[in-house]
């Protein structure tokens, strides 16, 4: 295993087209579970220069105006822009109403625990959670500083701090390890989009992405960019733009920014745009949140957590444990503790997470906000599977 090594992670915008497809199709599925919680959804968006097309299927008691739901989100992100606007976008539906699956339709919380068990995983998947001690929110250090940039560029663009910014945003932190820890700030690239391409010039964005977005995201990182730090911003010229004016965007396709940053291993199924019964998003929350309480306490600085799925089994039919010896235990003895003491049943961790009411709690978009900066690692939101609620038990 390298010890010492340089590592880079990838951040977008809400604006990057693939994040505003995500943002669209978690958005229907908060709409469609704000109205009626045991919905089934899964939706799905494509889109490129003036058109969004939009795939569901779903079984509901809810009406909901597909197209309506887009427009607010392009709306929402801050595209008014006229190469893609919302008023102006075109948008194509293709809407598959599914027979009502009886067995899916039960409230959860009214299981008991032999109704739990009878609850199956419908999809073969093995999905992947991560932890490390490398911040405060137990995520690797690139990932964490590419998500800093990029809300910052979000953030200054609002507030009109720099309004000459348009939605889309690309940013990539590189950092030097030694010995497995963070050592320096390798580079930082910061590629933003500009409505108009010879105003401000470019070393005038240039100073102005540094002064307002740079400096502001490391101001309280204890690394923070030494003088051998390499810094890039539009490396390749003006961004005049962007987004899905300039290229195509899909649902699913930023797993690594939605996890890890490629740090650690991550499923290639998308985590948006699907309801809670889908084991391939709830079972890599559940995956997340076992990781975290492990490094939270104290039996690793590092862990990795395998659950694989099969169709006919409401259990992982396997549970593995990496700490990449990091461990105070064994890694076997840490994966017999996670079997004791976590809920990886799709049904059960539904209930614990109470994941299909959470849309009505948290009112303006509950998955809609995870489907930009990252599903796991959130300080910005009680998200449960980041709560470190099982480190008396590991102990």
């Known amino acids: ?47 490129s220069v003036s ?41 194509l539906t293709s809407l598959q109403e599914l027979p009502r699956d009886e067995t899916c339709c039960v409230d959860e919380r009214l299981m008991s625990d032999e109704d739990i068990e009878k609850m199956t995983a419908r999809n073969q998947v093995t999905v992947f959670g991560f932890a490390c001690d490398q911040t405060p ?7 964490w500083l590419a998500h800093k940039l990029s809300r910052q560029i979000t953030q200054v663009r609002r507030d009109k701090v720099l309004p000459f910014l348009c939605p889309e945003g690309k940013t990539d932190v590189g950092i030097e390890y030694r010995n497995r820890k963070p050592h320096r700030i390798h580079s930082i690239t910061v590629t933003a989009s500009q409505s108009r391409p010879e105003e401000p010039t ?5 100073d102005a992405i540094y002064e307002s977005v740079v400096l502001p995201a490391f101001r309280d990182e204890t690394i923070k960019p030494d003088r051998n730090t390499e810094i890039f911003i539009n490396p390749e010229g003006p961004f005049v733009v962007g987004g899905p004016s300039v290229h195509s965007g899909l649902t699913g396709r930023k797993t690594a920014i939605d996890t890890y940053g490629e740090y650690a291993r991550h499923s290639g199924a998308a985590l948006s745009g699907k309801d809670p019964l889908r084991i391939d998003r709830v079972a890599a929350y559940a995956a997340r949140h076992a990781a975290k309480n492990i490094v939270a306490a104290g039996l690793a600085e590092e862990c990795e957590v395998q659950l694989s799925y099969s169709v006919t089994r409401s259990r992982p039919a396997s549970i593995q444990v990496e700490t990449f010896g990091t461990g105070k235990i064994a890694d076997e003895a840490l994966a ?9 049943r799709l049904a059960g961790i539904m209930k614990e997470f109470d994941l299909r009411r959470l849309p009505q709690r948290m009112h303006n978009g509950f998955y809609q906000r995870l489907a930009a900066y990252g599903h796991m690692g959130r300080t910005d939101m009680d998200l449960p599977w980041e709560r470190t609620d099982r480190v008396d038990f590991l102990k």
């Open 1 to 47: 295993m390298k010890k010492d090594f340089m590592f880079t992670s990838e951040s977008v915008t809400e604006g990057h087209p693939d994040k505003v497809c995500d943002q669209i199709s978690d958005a229907i599925v908060d709409h469609f579970l704000e109205i009626d919680p045991l919905s089934r959804i899964i939706a799905e968006c494509a889109v």
């Open 51 to 91: 058109i969004l097309f939009i795939a569901a299927r779903f079984t509901s008691d809810a009406v909901v105006d597909f197209p309506n739901i887009a427009r607010r989100v392009i709306r929402q992100i801050g595209y008014e822009q006229h190469e893609f606007n919302a008023k102006t976008c075109s948008i």
């Open 137 to 143: 929110a137990f995520m690797p250090l690139p990932i």
């Open 202 to 206: 470019l070393r005038q964005f240039q």
């Open 336 to 344: 017999g503790l996670l079997e004791k003491h976590f809920e990886f």
